[in-house]
């Protein structure tokens, strides 16, 4: 339980580039009526110009390893390098609400959770390509959110007890699979719960055709690298994967068709959200069949300006 004793770490993970770490950093020097709290930046040593966002924020730790690159490396390596008995993790594409920080540390307040998470909106201009990418991700944490126990969180908007995190180490060590560590946490220290009130904006715009290789890239790295912790359960992902298409459109539409403004932007998008969830389930089983990385893993540019209205 929280006390005015706890203390407080974010740990922001840091793989789309220079700038999109400082617009998150600028959003978490804005929380109001939050406790004293720290951060702390792991990101990709390949992003140019950290250096100099770094020397804006002298109170940020960043860190940054010349082997890791994945976002499932530097999640662990973030939370690591965190000291806080909670734990907030959020990805640098994240814009926090001004009562970000203080909703989720008042959440570990109640008893009886372990993870507790929030939602995720997008920002305003929205392409169909970005509305798109971000069903891929999102669709679950999207509003309307009921307040309660959630199957699943997602990592780009996600608390954690520290002790917690500790007992189940062995785990995250080296790669943060939010699906495996959640799990793993619900079934020791209680149920996961989302609070709609904690609220992230995903600032991404992105070319379609970027999207494309980083989705099948990401759907790959995710495949191979849950197997480290079902190995056992190869031969069934291996077999059911080719229905994940129709499963993973599927309840997006559900999600969907519960918001008139979903509805309208879930069918505007659809052309491209069809095929970024095909290539996602393309490269999750072959990370199944393989057990082998993508070749490369870049996440895919931020669009220009001028691009960013189209629709």
Same mark, same amino acid.
């Given at each position: 339980?929280? !006390? ?12 789309? !580039?220079?700038?999109?770490i400082e617009r998150c950093l600028q959003s ?142 062995d785990i995250w060590d080296v790669y943060f ?30 070319e379609f055709g970027h999207a494309i290789y ?95 209205? !189209?629709?």
């Open positions: 339980m929280s !006390s005015p004793h706890t203390s407080v770490s974010v740990a922001v993970v840091g793989i789309c !580039s220079a700038k999109h978490l020097e804005r929380q109001q009526g939050a406790p004293p709290f720290d951060v702390v930046v792991a990101y990709d040593p390949h992003l140019q110009g950290v250096d100099e966002v770094a020397r804006r924020f002298p109170r940020v730790r960043f860190v940054s390893n010349a082997g890791q690159r994945n976002p499932l490396e530097l999640a662990s390596r973030a939370l690591k390098e965190s000291t806080g008995d909670v734990l907030l993790l959020t990805e640098d594409h994240c814009i926090a609400r001004p009562d970000w920080v203080k909703t989720l540390v008042k959440a570990h307040e109640t008893p009886g959770r372990s993870v507790i998470g929030g939602v995720v909106e997008i920002a305003d201009g929205a392409s169909a390509t970005d509305w798109a990418f971000y069903f891929v991700d999102f669709f679950r944490y999207a509003r309307p959110a009921p307040r309660g126990g959630s199957p699943t969180l997602t990592v780009c908007n996600v608390s954690y007890k520290r002790e917690q995190l500790a007992a189940i180490r699979h939010e699906t495996a560590i959640n799990d793993a946490l619900r079934q020791r220290f209680g149920e996961l719960v989302l609070e709609p009130d904690a609220e992230v904006t995903m600032g991404r715009h992105v980083e989705r099948y890239a990401f759907g790959r790295l995710f495949g191979c690298t849950r197997l480290l912790f079902v190995p056992e359960k190869r031969l069934f992902y291996c077999l059911f994967a080719p229905a994940l298409p129709v499963m993973l459109l599927g309840r997006m539409a559900q999600k969907a068709f519960r918001s008139p403004r979903l509805t309208r932007d879930f069918l505007r998008s659809l052309f491209p959200l069809a095929t970024m969830v095909l290539w996602w389930s393309w490269g999750e089983w072959l990370g199944y069949l393989t057990q082998k990385h993508p070749k490369s893993l870049v996440v895919a540019p931020e669009i220009r300006a001028a691009q960013r209205a !189209s629709p």
